[in-house]
């Protein structure tokens, strides 16, 4: 892999580049948290690298990028850069889902031993946008723009 494709030159690129759409520019970063579902240890550092593959796979169908990954035995965080034209709600779904689905099938040994039924994440979810500059100085250079008088 060469050092321009390699994770850390990704995140570092992608942390300060505006991204183009078809019709507009955006720079979208969500921080995502999600919970396994009773909040149970089921998160192996094996399922996480695992599970990030397939966020990282989903995202970049979803015209999104993965930007930072990492979890705990019992939640996941990400930082995800997103299109504007994608639903917060639906790129939730789809990356619990997806994640959801393979982690079942593929370590079902050790998940049925800490979980039952057909769950694996809990319905809830944490969603925060972040990046930038502060609030107050975004608010500052609104305030300041020159209002028509007509």
Same mark, same amino acid.
């Given at each position: 892999?060469?050092?321009? %494709?390699?994770?850390?030159?990704?995140?570092?690129?992608? #942390?300060?580049?505006? $991204?183009?759409?078809? !019709?507009? &520019?955006?720079?979208?970063?969500?921080?995502?948290?999600?919970? @396994?579902?009773?909040?149970? %240890?089921?998160? @192996? %550092?094996? =399922?996480?690298?695992?599970? /990030?593959?397939?966020? $990282?796979? @989903?995202?970049?169908?979803?015209?999104?990028? #993965? =930007?930072?990954? %990492?979890? /705990?035995?019992? !939640?996941?965080?990400?930082? &995800?850069?997103? !299109? +504007?034209?994608?639903?917060?709600?639906?790129?939730?779904?789809? #990356?619990?889902?997806? @994640?959801?689905?393979?982690?079942?099938?593929?370590?079902?040994?050790?998940?049925?031993?800490?979980?039952?039924?057909?769950?694996?994440?809990? +319905?809830?979810?944490?969603? &925060?946008?972040?990046?930038?500059?502060?609030? /107050?100085?975004?608010?500052?250079?609104?305030?300041?723009? $020159?209002? +028509?008088?007509?």
């Amino acid at each position: 892999m060469s050092k321009r %494709n390699s994770p850390e030159a990704i995140k570092m690129r992608s #942390l300060s580049e505006i $991204r183009h759409g078809r !019709h507009c &520019v955006f720079k979208n970063f969500l921080h995502l948290v999600f919970v @396994t579902k009773y909040r149970r %240890n089921v998160l @192996t %550092n094996l =399922i996480l690298k695992r599970m /990030e593959e397939l966020i $990282r796979e @989903t995202c970049i169908q979803m015209e999104c990028e #993965l =930007i930072e990954f %990492n979890g /705990e035995d019992d !939640h996941a965080h990400l930082m &995800v850069s997103v !299109h +504007p034209k994608v639903a917060v709600s639906n790129l939730v779904g789809k #990356l619990k889902g997806k @994640t959801a689905y393979f982690i079942r099938q593929e370590f079902s040994k050790e998940v049925r031993k800490k979980l039952w039924g057909d769950h694996f994440w809990s +319905p809830s979810y944490c969603v &925060v946008s972040c990046g930038g500059a502060p609030l /107050e100085i975004v608010k500052k250079y609104i305030e300041d723009q $020159r209002r +028509p008088q007509a």
